[in-house]
């Protein structure tokens, strides 16, 4: 469990989320129109322990996209179909220090997609993906996620179409690993994908499941199903450490020492390995693309807690 004494942590849920809900900091993305539409004001804070235990408060039920977060899934995808050796020389494991679409940053990093976690890496990533068709692809993908969040996950259709509508930055980054050789299959069906899996519904209980599954060494708490393999999962973790939370993601790990990631719909989800996960998810998102709310209430939850992994209490 993530504390021992559930009622403390029920408390202190409480109290971050009373704290925090009135920062109304940052602003919806809005680079894909769809989600400007949100409420910003929902905000949700959910933990979920290895051995499956719920403890939400706020709007934990409402759906939104999981976007940069599924990047991670996807990477645990390819781990397990390609193994450990071909992330480093396919894809890389460097934190790029910049924005997560950035151009500079394949025009500097040795590898060109940096790693799995920023839009160059995951859209590499998700081209390296088995199957006959894409949409034997997608049905992968949505499958595995599903598996993970231990609940059956959606694509959130609006979402979709208005992300794939003016995506013309991630086709140009796709093209421009193409011409780097190091886009692994057709650049516009690898962008598709990587639209569609951003797109996914999941609310902020399923994405603390989903983060769970990685504290639970790839086991879902709540189906006991192994979705991802466990030899893998430290590594996983790793990556998330040094690169998901983008070019915040040094003073992340400085302040909160937990393996996270984020998405510009507003969710975050940080594991506590062997533990559990905390997912939060507010619309309004920093400059980085972090939520605001999202991240004070993880960073302000595990200090309450004393979780940080490098602490050796
Ligand atoms: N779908 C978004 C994009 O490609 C994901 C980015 C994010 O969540 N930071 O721009």
Redesign the pocket.
Known sequence: PVAPDYERLEQILKDAHQKFAADKSGSPAD??PELAKVDPELFGICVVTVDGKVFSVGDVNHTFSI??ISKVYTLAMIMDQMGQQAILDKLGAEPTGLP??SVTAIEQQPTRVGNPLV?AGAIATTSLLDGESEKEKWEEILAFYSACAGNELTILNDVYES?AAT?GR?QAIARLLQAYGVMYNDPEEAVDL??KQ?SVGANTEQLAAMGATLAADGTNPFTGENVISPDNVPHILSIMLSCGM?DYSGTWSYITGLPAK????GGIVAIVPGKGAIAAFSPRVDAA?NSVRAQKAIAYISKQLQINIFDPQ
Not at 262 to 265: A, D, K, L, N
């Open positions: 680079y894909i976007q940069s997560f679409n839009n992300e995506n991630n990587y639209t951003c983008y984020s998405g510009v719909g693309g």
